[in-house]
């Protein structure tokens, strides 16, 4: 398997996790506060590139009635 990156996308943070290579457990790879400046994408793209990423799941932002 490979490894798999997750964003959990929120109006305020980024919060970001990796799988583990057998894609079994995922674990927290930090949280990134979302300003409009272009750093989570530098962000994302190092952990691509150190991890050896090889695809990227993002989460659907619903608050808790479902909207």
């Known amino acids: 398997m490979a ?6 996308y929120g109006s305020r943070r980024i919060g970001l996790a990796l799988s583990d290579p057998t894609g ?3 674990s927290a790879a ?5 300003p ?3 750093s989570i994408l530098e962000r994302i793209r190092d952990l691509v ?3 050896a990423v090889v695809a990227i799941v993002v989460g659907l932002p619903l608050t808790a009635d479902g909207r």
């Open 24 to 26: 079994t457990i995922a």
């Open 30 to 34: 930090g949280c990134h506060r979302t």
């Open 3 to 8: 490894v798999v990156l997750g964003l959990d």
């Open 49 to 51: 590139r150190e991890r």
């Open 36 to 38: 409009d400046d272009g």
